[in-house]
Nanobody, 114 residues
Framework: QVQLVESGGGLVQAGGSLRLSCTAS????????LGWFRQAPGKQRELVAS???????NYADSVKGRFTISRDNAKSTLYLQMNSLKPEDTAVYYC????????WGQGTQVTVST
C-alpha cells in the first residue's frame, strides 16, 4: 500500500516560518505532478501548491509569494517552505498527487497564533 508521511508541522507565531516534508515510495515520485493540500476545521480540503516532475510550480492565490514547494526526486521527498505565516494558514497539511489520487496520510498540523 502506498504510504505518504507528512512531517514538520507545529505551533508558530504569525510571521514565522515552517518547513514541511513528505516522504513517499519511489513510485509516487513517478507521478508528474505532486501537491500540498490543507484542510482547516469546518472547511473543505484545498490544493495549496503543486509541482511537476520538471519543477514547474503553481500556487493558490492565498499563499503566492509566501510558500515555496520543491521536490527531491532522488530522495522521494516533497517539501513546502512556508514563510510569513498567518493565522488563516492554520490547518492540517497533506501531500498527494496534484489531483489527490492516492490514499491520504495523517497529515501534519500547522497552527499559527496571533
Amino acid at each position: 500500500q502506498v504510504q505518504l508521511v507528512e512531517s514538520g508541522g507545529g505551533l508558530v507565531q504569525a510571521g514565522g516560518s515552517l518547513r514541511l516534508s513528505c516522504t513517499a515510495s519511489r513510485i509516487i515520485f513517478a507521478f508528474d505532478s505532486l501537491g500540498w493540500f490543507r484542510q482547516a476545521p469546518g472547511k473543505q480540503r484545498e490544493l495549496v501548491a503543486s509541482i511537476t516532475y520538471a519543477g514547474t510550480t503553481n500556487y493558490a492565490d492565498s499563499v503566492k509569494g509566501r510558500f515555496t514547494i520543491s521536490r527531491d526526486n532522488a530522495k522521494s521527498t516533497l517539501y513546502l517552505q512556508m514563510n510569513s505565516l498567518k493565522p488563516e494558514d492554520t490547518a492540517v497539511y497533506y501531500c498527494n498527487t496534484a489531483i489527490g489520487q492516492l490514499s491520504w496520510g495523517q497529515g501534519t498540523q500547522v497552527t499559527v497564533s496571533t
